[in-house]
T-cell receptor, first 117, second 115 residues
Framework: AQTVTQSQPEMSVQEAETVTLSCTYD???????LFWYKQPPSRQMILVIR??????QNATENRFSVNFQKAAKSFSLKISDSQLGDTAMYFC??????????????FGKGTKLSVKP | DSGVTQTPKHLITATGQRVTLRCSPR?????VYWYQQSLDQGLQFLIQ???????AKGNILERFSAQQFPDLHSELNLSSLELGDSALYFC??????????????FGEGSRLTVL
């Protein structure tokens, strides 16, 4: 069975600084997707960034980027120029399969990020 | 706005009661997923439906059941409620189109409080 591990329950960063959240996963599949979701105090689940396993290039979305190491099964999230609005719980998630045979999302336990002014 | 609609947003009930949570997926999405998030916990997968049929089951209690109707909306039924069932219940839907490949779109959740 696939598992997702986030080893940092809580982290903090100063506004405008850079922070990296760690995530490792375990799977025997070769085709899959990895995600980082953000859950602010409103509890809404917001997609931050997505990575397809077949793509070697790391995904980037504005201030958010990932370091995807497929062989090491590592998928870390880097937040640059941290803003107060980045304060949230961040979940790493795995989804196996591809195309029409995708499974459900498997989530890590989350990392609570606090951005301090 | 994800396009996924969940009702009710908040629900308070007593132990032993039964409630129904409703979810309307994004237009055109055939898959619906239900997740449970207890206080300060991650999201636990409960069940998935695809075009009306059960596709996958996670850690769903026997007291819980779900179904997806022909119009693709889904309902999660929780019965014989216990205090520990208090949680935020999320519904999500997904598309198979290449453009949004892989992503699940989440509703705002239904917060259930069992007293």
């Amino acid at each position: 069975a696939q598992t997702v591990t986030q080893s940092q329950p809580e982290m903090s960063v100063q506004e405008a600084e850079t922070v990296t959240l760690s995530c490792t996963y375990d799977t025997s599949e070769s085709n899959y997707y990895l995600f980082w979701y953000k859950q602010p105090p409103s509890r809404q689940m917001i997609l931050v960034i997505r990575q397809e396993a077949y793509k070697q290039q790391n995904a980037t979305e504005n201030r958010f980027s990932v370091n995807f190491q497929k062989a090491a099964k590592s998928f870390s999230l880097k937040i640059s120029d941290s803003q107060l609005g980045d304060t949230a719980m961040y979940f790493c998630a795995f989804r196996g399969g591809y195309g029409g045979s995708q499974g459900n999302l498997i989530f890590g336990k989350g990392t609570k990020l606090s951005v301090k002014p | 706005d994800s396009g996924v609609t969940q009702t009710p947003k908040h629900l308070i009930t007593a132990t032993g009661q039964r409630v129904t949570l409703r979810c309307s997926p994004r237009s055109g999405d055939l898959s619906v997923y239900w997740y449970q998030q207890s206080l300060d916990q991650g999201l636990q997968f409960l069940i998935q439906y695809y075009n009306g049929e059960e596709r996958a089951k996670g850690n769903i209690l026997e007291r819980f059941s779900a179904q997806q109707f022909p119009d693709l909306h889904s309902e999660l039924n929780l019965s014989s409620l216990e205090l520990g069932d208090s949680a935020l219940y999320f519904c999500a839907s997904s598309a198979v189109e290449r453009e949004n490949a892989g992503e699940l779109f989440f509703g705002e959740g239904s917060r259930l409080t069992v007293l």
